[in-house]
T-cell receptor, first 115, second 114 residues
Framework: DTEVTQTPKHLVMGMTNKKSLKCEQH?????MYWYKQKAKKPPELMFV???????INESVPSRFSPECPNSSLLNLHLHALQPEDSALYLC??????????????FGNGTRLTVT | DAKTTQPNSMESNEEEPVHLPCNHS???????IHWYRQLPSQGPEYVIH???SNVNNRMASLAIAEDRKSSTLILHRATLRDAAVYYC???????????????FGKGTKLSVIP
């Protein structure tokens, strides 16, 4: 079990659907992250939130829309995705985005399939 | 961007020590060296990190070269549960944003032979 909880574990959606991925942590961390991982590849950073504000967007297409309603929750809203967006989406948190000495804690991810 | 180079794969016998190497010749003075591992069907798991001195924790040891251009993750007694992809990562400051990010390299897939 991890201290970062992601729901759902699996998601299948059509290209015209709208869905959301959710991430929750109760460790008091103030930085939260979204990573995308394709099969047999390393995770790639998508977004970083620091104190509930978006601090890094790694040129992610607008069909992915992150939201951080509070310091414990992180959402990723999905709309009009393409089949190539199928991947494992990982959420992570750390004490602070500016604290290079604090490790990241990852959830086990949501496996997304776009049909 | 500071990058790391690791062997694609390594094998170890169970209950023997494992030394996983990592080269990071372009490391800057403020870059921390982090190691994570990812077991099948799970998210990455933090293992250890350090700046200049060797570090030990309950999971592993990290040996950092004096010039910091390379490091080695040491698992003292490999178990079957240690079979995973091990990532050596430099946590660098993202320019202008005041945030530090982890950029994963390709990692080393460790196989443990019973």
């Amino acid at each position: 079990d991890t201290e970062v909880t992601q729901t759902p574990k699996h998601l299948v959606m059509g290209m015209t659907n709208k869905k959301s991925l959710k991430c929750e942590q109760h460790m008091g961390h103030r930085a939260m992250y979204w990573y995308k991982q394709k099969a047999k590849k390393p995770p790639e950073l998508m977004f970083v939130y620091s104190y509930e504000k978006l601090s890094i967007n790694e040129s992610v297409p607008s069909r992915f829309s992150p939201e951080c309603p509070n310091s414990s929750l992180l959402n990723l809203h999905l709309h009009a995705l393409q089949p190539e967006d199928s991947a494992l989406y990982l959420c992570a948190s750390s004490q602070g985005a500016g604290d290079y000495n604090s490790p990241l804690h990852f959830g086990n991810g949501t496996r997304l399939t776009v049909t | 961007d500071a990058k790391t180079t690791q062997p694609n794969s390594m094998e170890s016998n169970e209950e023997e020590p494992v030394h996983l190497p990592c080269n990071h010749s372009t490391i800057s003075g403020t870059d921390y060296i982090h190691w994570y591992r990812q077991l099948p069907s799970q998210g990455p798991e933090y293992v250890i990190h350090g700046l200049t001195s060797n570090v030990n924790n309950r999971m592993a040891s990290l040996a950092i070269a004096e010039d910091r251009k390379s490091s080695t993750l040491i698992l003292h007694r490999a178990t079957l549960r240690d079979a995973a992809v091990y990532y050596c990562i430099l946590r660098v400051q993202y320019s202008g944003a005041g945030s530090y990010q982890l950029t994963f390299g390709k990692g080393t897939k460790l196989s443990v032979i019973p």
